[in-house]
């Protein structure tokens, strides 16, 4: 079984920054790739940024040269800096995990809201 902790998130201004974390635990070492989406009041669960335990990356057009992802492989961690922060960042953060054999697993979620 794989367990997704989340931690972060919280409220913050426009322009402002926060920091989310997600720790794996349990049978994760055929991971691919973990990382986070999010999802809004009305809207779908849209990817948000992942990274492979490569080290390869990939973000949604949205938060492009805002939010920068990174991994502590030997943590089973993964981090998402979140930068000049919008109010269409608001949402609720999911953490994800792929495993090599397609099997995908979420954590509970994490509010982040932007608001002055």
């Known amino acids: 079984q794989v367990q997704l902790v989340e931690s972060g998130g919280g409220l913050v201004q426009p322009g402002g920054s926060l920091r989310v974390s997600c720790a794996a635990s349990?049978?994760?070492?055929?991971?691919?790739?973990m990382g986070w989406y999010r999802q809004s009041p009305g809207k779908e669960r849209e990817l948000v940024a992942v990274?492979?335990?490569?080290?390869?990356?990939n973000y949604a057009d949205s938060v492009k040269g805002r939010f920068t992802i990174s991994r502590d492989n030997a943590k089973n961690t993964v981090l998402l800096q979140m930068n000049s922060l919008k109010p269409e960042d608001t949402a609720v953060y999911y953490c994800?995990?792929?495993?090599?054999?397609?099997?995908?697993?979420w954590g509970r979620g994490t509010q982040v809201t932007v608001s002055s």
């Open positions: 349990g049978s994760i070492f055929s991971m691919y790739r």
């Open positions: 990274i492979t335990r490569d080290g390869t990356t």
């Open positions: 994800n995990l792929l495993m090599r054999g397609g099997s995908m697993y």
